[in-house]
């Protein structure tokens, strides 16, 4: 509770230092007893008592001392027009009337401006809010573990990570705990391929932190931004965030821009009508394509209508922890965008846990083609598609790791390789590419970071190869 109350100071200061912020979040008009127009606010506000009220009450009598301003001229106003037709009031001077006009249309562009910006401003804190109920949530339903009282000393502050552990023992998503790493290379002879403006991975960078999630919900997610958005509402630049601990895993964060992602303000929150399971999830042309909870049915999200634009299975595909990636945590099926559309990586029965691609319609969702690979889920900690080729990550515990694997689905053939991937902060849920950006996207215990990568666009293959067929 400590925790939160200082989550709640926080993000109060954190919002006042934005603008002398208003937490106003209704505005009230009245007649009073003589008849005039009063205007009153409401505060809702459970961060009231640790606010600096003063800054809020000068703010609010400002735009009271100008509301009333503007009533008063109004009223001359109409007084004026009434006494121009005959019945003896105050007679104004075109030159007043204009003065009067002026000065009206300036308060009311002022107003206008005020409003727009308690409005933002309340919008943020309902968004605030949010965040912070799911966390008080998820924390009451976490059972109390048995704690010894020494005599006099204080209780020990439970590390988080010890938290994290039994939380995700106790009531979340299957956790592999093991590493595994792909121990030999296996190599199939690659065949032509030559494609424009996209190439095959050569090297990754360094993870670059945006942003540490503050709550034990951020443990992992998924974090993307829309490689070609489409929507009145949002552009490449917009960022989309699910916290995916959780049972029911509802909520998707909207961020305006990367700056506003990393300062943790979303601009709105929406609610899932069916809840995700782990961190498959990706964002393609204004959906969110993701997979229900223990089900294989993929689901397409219209971001711009807020509803389900389409839902189909994912033909025999495993799901809700048959065949994972290393990680565990559901991550049977991992949907991916690249260059040539949507995908998804899976695993079958029938293939025994070897890795699926198939091709989806971003429309309908239906299964355009698909490949078999000879790499096993299972024996890698993630995957993502660049350029129609599937890349694996070999773990997604150890530091300095590699991306181990890669096939294409131009000539159906997987080959090893060998790029150095970091896996910064030792627990990585979700390694995502968005080819707009040419980053991948990934979320490293509580992380989130970008890997700028580089391709080789040109034909030429330089590759160390260990000539290794498979069996
Ligand atoms: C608005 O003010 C009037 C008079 O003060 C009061 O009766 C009414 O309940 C107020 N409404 C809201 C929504 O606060
Ligand atoms: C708030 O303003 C009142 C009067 O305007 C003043 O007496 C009081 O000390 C101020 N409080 C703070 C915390 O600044
Ligand atoms: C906690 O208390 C129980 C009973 O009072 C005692 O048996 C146990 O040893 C204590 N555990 C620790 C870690 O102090
Ligand atoms: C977590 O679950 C595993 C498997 O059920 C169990 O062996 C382990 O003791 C549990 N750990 C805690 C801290 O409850
Ligand atoms: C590869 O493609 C080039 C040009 O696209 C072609 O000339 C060459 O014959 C192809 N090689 C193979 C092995 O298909
Ligand atoms: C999403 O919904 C909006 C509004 O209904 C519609 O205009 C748009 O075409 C839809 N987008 C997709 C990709 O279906
Ligand atoms: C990872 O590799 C870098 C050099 O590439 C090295 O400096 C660093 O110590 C390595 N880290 C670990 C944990 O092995």
């Known amino acids: 509770m400590l925790f939160q109350m200082s989550v709640l100071c926080l993000l109060c200061l954190a919002v006042f230092s934005q603008s002398r912020a208003q937490d106003q979040a209704s505005f009230n008009r009245s007649n009073d007893l003589t008849g005039r127009c009063v205007y009153t606010f409401a505060v809702v506000s459970p961060q009231e008592s640790s606010c600096p009220g003063n800054i809020t009450k000068s703010e609010t009598h400002e735009v009271l001392r100008r509301l009333t301003l503007l009533e008063g001229l109004v009223s001359r106003l109409i007084a004026g027009g009434a006494s121009g037709t005959g019945s003896g009031g105050l007679k104004h001077s075109d030159e007043d009337l204009q003065e009067a006009y002026a000065q009206v249309t300036r308060e009311?562009?002022?107003?206008?401006?005020?409003?727009?910006?308690?409005?933002?401003?309340?919008?943020?804190?309902?968004?605030?809010?949010?965040?912070?109920s799911q966390e008080t949530e998820l924390l009451r339903q976490r059972p109390c573990e048995p704690t010894n009282t020494s005599g006099g000393t204080l209780h020990e502050i439970t590390p988080l990570k010890g938290l994290v552990d039994h939380f995700e023992n106790n009531s979340f998503q299957e956790m592999k705990a093991e590493l595994k790493e792909v121990p030999a290379p296996h190599l199939i002879p690659e065949g032509?391929?030559?494609?424009?403006?996209?190439?095959?991975?050569?090297?990754?960078?360094?993870?670059?932190?945006?942003?540490?999630?503050?709550?034990?919900?951020?443990?992992?997610?998924?974090?993307?931004?829309?490689?070609?958005?489409?929507?009145?509402y949002f552009t490449e630049k917009t960022v989309w965030r699910i916290d995916a601990v959780g049972k029911d895993v509802r909520q998707l964060f909207m961020y305006e821009d990367m700056d506003q992602f990393s300062k943790g303000f979303p601009m709105k929150v929406l609610v899932l009508p069916e809840p995700v399971e782990?961190?498959?999830?990706?964002?393609?042309?204004?959906?969110?394509?993701?997979?229900?909870?223990?089900?294989?049915t993929l689901l397409r999200y219209n971001l711009t209508s807020e509803g389900v634009a389409s839902r189909r299975d994912l033909p025999h595909a495993s799901y809700h922890g048959q065949h994972p990636y290393s990680w565990g945590g559901y991550t049977d099926i991992d949907l991916a965008v690249d260059e040539q559309g949507l995908w998804a990586?899976?695993?079958?029965?029938?293939?025994?846990?070897?890795?699926?691609?198939?091709?989806?319609?971003?429309?309908?969702l239906e299964t355009r083609r698909s490949w078999e690979t000879r790499i096993r889920k299972n024996s890698v900690g993630n995957a993502f598609m660049m350029c129609g080729r599937l890349y694996t990550v070999a773990s997604y515990t150890t530091h300095n790791t590699t991306i181990n694997y890669?096939?294409?689905?131009?000539?159906?053939?997987g080959q090893a390789i060998?790029?150095?991937?970091?896996?910064?902060?030792?627990?990585?849920?979700?390694?995502d590419y968005n080819h707009a950006q040419r980053k991948l996207y990934a979320w490293d215990n509580f992380h989130?970071?970008?890997?700028?990568?580089?391709?080789?666009?040109?034909?030429?293959?330089?590759?160390?190869?260990?000539?290794?067929?498979?069996?």
């Open 345 to 364: 990586i899976y695993s079958t029965a029938k293939a025994k846990g070897a890795i699926i691609i198939s091709q989806l319609d971003p429309e309908t």
């Open 418 to 431: 060998a790029v150095p991937f970091k896996n910064k902060y030792h627990y990585n849920s979700m390694v």
């Open 448 to 471: 989130m970071v970008t890997i700028f990568s580089t391709q080789r666009l040109t034909h030429t293959h330089t590759r160390v190869h260990t000539h290794t067929h498979l069996t």
């Open 192 to 232: 032509n391929r030559s494609r424009s403006g996209c190439g095959e991975l050569l090297s990754v960078g360094d993870p670059v932190l945006h942003r540490k999630a503050n709550g034990i919900t951020g443990k992992y997610g998924v974090w993307l931004q829309d490689p070609d958005p489409r929507g009145p």
């Open 406 to 413: 890669m096939f294409d689905t131009a000539t159906n053939e």
């Open 278 to 296: 782990s961190t498959g999830a990706t964002v393609y042309q204004g959906s969110l394509y993701y997979q229900r909870r223990r089900s294989r």
């Open 108 to 132: 009311r562009n002022q107003l206008k401006l005020d409003q727009e910006r308690l409005n933002s401003q309340v919008q943020k804190l309902q968004s605030a809010l949010a965040e912070l």
